[in-house]
């Protein structure tokens, strides 16, 4: 109990402190201890291996792409964004909006009965690490993960396989653009259009 | 094949044929219409027997639903009207081909004419009120087409126009009749609708009867929808001879004679039609004494003819009126031929005025045109004598002594104004231009038409135009062959109780005979005596100034109808061309457009290519889904 | 479990608007697609504790598999800044307006 307000505290100020700072930097820093303690609520519901999951790919590999673009970009400590706020005022709509929603959210889960728990749940063995019986552990997640969830594991490699793809060509080195090549090619546009005239345009 | 199929759709598949290959065919055109109308009439000559047997010759189409049967019926009646159809028509296709030798549409011509004949069949044939119905639209059109077969009149236009719409007037009555009739019976065929006639109401029957009679009087040119008839003059010569002479304009008659079941049960209606008979009867033939045209003297002769067959079968003396129709179709033919005749060799002159001394220059045209002109005014034992004596009489007979007189003083008046046609034509000086004087044709003329085709089909009606009454001669009381022929086809009216005063027939022919001797002196008084044909010249125009100006307006009719009808209609057509359609129907569909505009103005600012503000839209949209299953979800 | 199941699904969605309000508020595009992380892990936390209350290891997997699209997701979103930097020297999410009508 007192573990889950604690945890709370900190997870709703990591969330609130991410999304107010002016530098991404210590945006990060702040999303890096949101992360940390989703991985402690994880390990309090029984979910060990994802708890792990959680700290090894989220916080060390998907922060650290933030990190590595951050730095990449050159503005990374000073304001980053230029031009005129095109949606100025928006945050008060904003949370109020969220707010509504929120409360509804709130109504919902109070109201709506949640039905009766399975035969099985009082039975379940909820014990010591590692047995593979034991609901939440490595081995009862590999199991589940190759054999009856086979399928949606083998999409999901795709789909890494997708965004590795999309990656490269859309961030690696493509077609040099040069700015001579392109304004040559733009010349030679014009002058072709200029002979050619191909369509008269006529007001009627 | 059905002989009464083949008679039916043979000039329909001569219509095709001149329609499709009219510029290969050429003037062989001519011949194959001709020839199919003629084959036509053979065969129906053929069905003379079957026809008049009990129950005539009967030839079903289709059936579409019960009730619904269309069907050919061949019975006395029809198979007069088709033999006069094809046998006439005939003649005058053949006539045709000589007098329409120069013309370059001569196949769209015979396409036309052969398309008429097949309308007219499809009218009279029909054993059910929608094919007559069907038959009667498709004859006005035929009309239209040759009316205005010369398009590029703009008189002809004009005449076609004006002969459809008053048609169409008539439609409107007639197709309300047929209408009624099938709601009340549930059925359309002619024999279901007889048999039931005696269960519909008096009111229904006389509104069928005045539906059926306002179809009847557009179509035959009776007062006051005869204005389309003279101005029909315009098409070619064998085009008035054959539509507005010998069967279009009888479809009328036609169609009171088949409804006289109906109208026999409808005494009121019957007094109409016979009233309106005389009417036309007497107005054409005053008005005929007017005209200069020779044409349009034989127009309004035809209309006043028509009036004597209405009047016959509207005091229900049906033989008499269709007898009438009968020694009609040849003698007015024939007349409106020979008229051709004589407007081809003088290069299309029309105008009595310019003709003269034409005696001794078409001997055959004048001894044509004498032998119709006796025969329309009844000389004794002629075809016109036994048919106009019979309706005469019959208005005696039937109860209707005003009418009586009417008819004899019309007799009288037609033989004044038969007369007068021939003094100017024939005799005195010739009074025409110098060129026509020579006969009109000079070598440029291309090519001329052998003589015997216009000649043969007027020395062919000659003989019937003499001796075509004889059908109705019967010694005492013993019936004759017209009666025979009709059987018991028209013992419908049961009022003949007796002449209402008691003359007999004898002497009522020789009333006749008197009054119209007195016309034909007085015509030969006014321009047949030596020094009035010498005088002729002066004598023409002093009477062309001298003529009163009811006569010379037609009893002002058109301008009637010109005043009450055609300039509000054109007022309405202005105001609803000029105003509502730019301003209403325009404005409407502009606005559409407009609204479509405005809204696409507005829905583009939505599109703001924002992201931040997709987002707040998209969260807006979540709250109000979650809202509603937070709510009204969990009540599931 | 000791505390009750809608108390984890109000913490989910507390964390789940905070995403939502950064995503709308901020102009720097790294910001914005770190308060869409928030909004996942949100999910993922409704989904363990689900998971969890049912005794069923499917929320698991399904946990497992919205980390990896998340993590995919996250890349492309980066590529696409890194790439858009290059054009331009800032990059505001106001900015990359081309689609408005």
């Known amino acids: 109990m007192i573990a889950f307000y604690c945890l709370a505290v900190v997870l709703i100020a990591s969330a609130v402190f991410t999304i107010s700072q002016k530098s991404p930097v210590y945006s990060v820093v702040g999303l890096l201890v949101n992360f940390i303690t989703l991985a402690a609520f994880y390990v309090t519901l029984d979910a060990e291996f994802l708890g792990v999951i959680q700290i090894v790919v989220y916080s060390g590999a998907i922060l650290m792409l933030f990190v590595f673009v951050i730095a990449l970009l050159s503005s990374g400590i000073g304001p980053f964004t230029e031009g005129p706020n095109r949606l100025p005022r928006v945050l008060l709509p904003a949370v109020l909006t969220t707010l509504i929603a929120f409360g509804f959210v709130a109504y919902g889960a109070l109201h709506a009965p949640m039905g009766a728990l399975p035969a099985h749940v009082a039975t379940s063995t909820l014990g010591p690490v590692g047995s593979a019986n034991v609901f939440g552990s490595t081995a009862d997640f590999g199991v589940a993960l190759f054999t009856t969830q086979l399928l949606p594991f083998e999409v999901t490699a795709f789909v890494l396989m997708v965004a590795v793809i999309g990656v490269v060509l859309i961030a690696g080195d493509a077609v040099p653009q040069t700015t001579r090549g392109s304004h040559a090619k733009r010349r030679k546009r014009r002058t072709v259009q200029e002979r050619e005239p191909i369509v008269k345009v006529s007001r009627s | 094949m059905n002989g009464l199929l083949l008679v039916w759709l043979l000039p329909l598949g001569g219509a095709i044929l001149c329609w499709a290959f009219g510029p290969q065919l050429g003037r062989r055109a001519g011949a194959l219409g001709s020839a199919v109308v003629l084959v036509a009439f053979v065969r129906a000559c053929m069905l003379f027997g079957d026809a008049t047997g009990p129950t005539g010759v009967h030839q079903t189409l289709v059936t579409w639903v019960p009730g619904f049967t269309f069907g050919l019926w061949l019975d006395p009646l029809s198979l007069l009207w088709t033999l006069i159809i094809t046998g006439v028509g005939g003649l005058i296709h053949v006539y045709s081909i000589g007098y329409m030798w120069s013309d370059k549409a001569i196949a769209r011509f015979f396409a036309y004419m052969n398309f008429f004949v097949f309308a007219m069949l499809t009218l009279v044939l029909s054993d059910n009120i929608v094919g007559l119905l069907v038959g009667w639209g498709l004859v006005g059109l035929a009309s239209y087409f040759l009316i205005g077969f010369w398009f590029y009149k703009p008189a002809a236009v004009a005449a076609a126009k004006k002969a459809f719409v008053i048609n169409v007037f008539g439609d409107i009555g007639i197709m309300f009749a047929v209408f009624a009739l099938f709601a009340a019976t549930s059925s359309i065929s002619f024999s279901d609708i007889f048999a039931k006639a005696g269960t519909l109401s008096s009111g229904l029957l006389v509104a069928v009867c005045v539906g059926l009679f306002i179809g009847a009087a557009a179509k035959s040119a009776q007062v006051p929808l005869h204005t389309w008839l003279p101005d029909a003059m315009e098409g070619p010569t064998p085009v008035s001879a054959l539509i507005h002479a010998a069967t279009m304009v009888t479809a009328g008659v036609y169609l009171v004679a088949r409804f006289a079941p109906l109208y026999s049960l409808s005494p009121p209606v019957q007094e109409g039609v016979a009233v309106i008979g005389a009417l036309t009867m007497v107005m054409g033939a005053l008005l005929g004494v007017a005209q200069w045209d020779i044409k349009r003297i034989l127009a309004y002769s035809t209309m006043s003819q028509i009036g004597y067959m209405i009047m016959g079968v509207g005091v229900g003396a049906y033989q008499a009126g269709v007898l009438h129709f009968f020694t009609h179709a040849f003698f007015k033919a024939q007349l409106f031929l020979t008229a051709g005749l004589i407007i081809h060799a003088l290069h299309d002159e029309q105008d009595v005025r310019k003709m003269g001394g034409l005696f001794e220059r078409m001997p055959f045209a004048f001894w044509a045109m004498l032998i119709g002109t006796l025969a329309i005014i009844g000389f004794p034992y002629s075809s016109g004598y036994f048919s106009k004596d019979a309706v005469i009489y019959g208005a005696l007979q039937h109860g209707h002594p005003v009418l009586y007189i009417a008819g004899i003083l019309t007799a009288g008046l037609t033989a004044y104004y038969m007369f007068r046609m021939i003094f100017l034509t024939f005799f005195g000086p010739y009074r025409g231009d110098a060129d026509a004087a020579e006969g009109g044709h000079g070598a440029d003329h291309g090519g001329h038409a052998p003589s015997w085709l216009m000649q043969l089909p007027v020395a062919i009606l000659i003989v019937p135009t003499i001796f075509a009454g004889f059908v109705d001669f019967h010694s005492g009381d013993a019936p004759s062959r017209w009666q025979l022929f009709f059987g018991t086809l028209f013992n419908v009216s049961n009022n003949v109780a007796g002449p209402v005063w008691p003359i007999p027939q004898t002497a009522s022919s020789m009333i006749v005979l008197v009054v119209v001797a007195a016309g034909l002196y007085v015509a030969y008084l006014r321009y047949g005596t030596p020094a009035a044909q010498l005088a002729s010249v002066d004598r023409l125009i002093a009477e062309t100034k001298a003529m009163p100006l009811a006569l010379r307006r037609a009893f002002f009719f058109d301008d009637a109808i010109d005043f009450a009808i055609v300039k509000p209609a054109r007022l309405l057509g202005g105001a609803i061309s000029n105003f509502v359609d730019p301003h209403v129907i325009d404005a409407a569909v502009r606005d559409l457009v407009w609204i479509a505009g405005a809204l696409g103005v507005v829905f583009r600012k939505l599109q703001t290519g924002l992201v931040r503000g997709y987002a707040l839209t998209i969260v807006i949209g979540a709250a109000v889904f979650i809202a509603y299953f937070a709510l009204l979800g969990a009540a599931r | ?101």
Request: glycine residues 4%.
């Open chain 3, 1 to 101: 479990m000791d505390v009750d199941i809608s108390n984890y699904v109000a913490l989910s969605a507390v964390m789940f608007f905070i995403g939502v309000t950064g995503v709308i508020v901020r102009r720097n595009p790294l910001i914005a697609l770190m308060a869409i992380e928030l909004m996942l892990n949100a999910a993922n936390l409704a989904l363990v504790a689900f998971a969890r209350a049912w005794v069923n290891n499917a929320g698991h997997i399904f946990v497992f598999l919205v980390i990896t699209v998340a993590a995919a997701e996250a890349a492309i979103g980066l590529a696409i800044v890194v790439a858009a930097f290059r054009r331009a020297k800032a990059v505001d999410v106001d900015e990359v307006a081309r689609l408005r009508g």
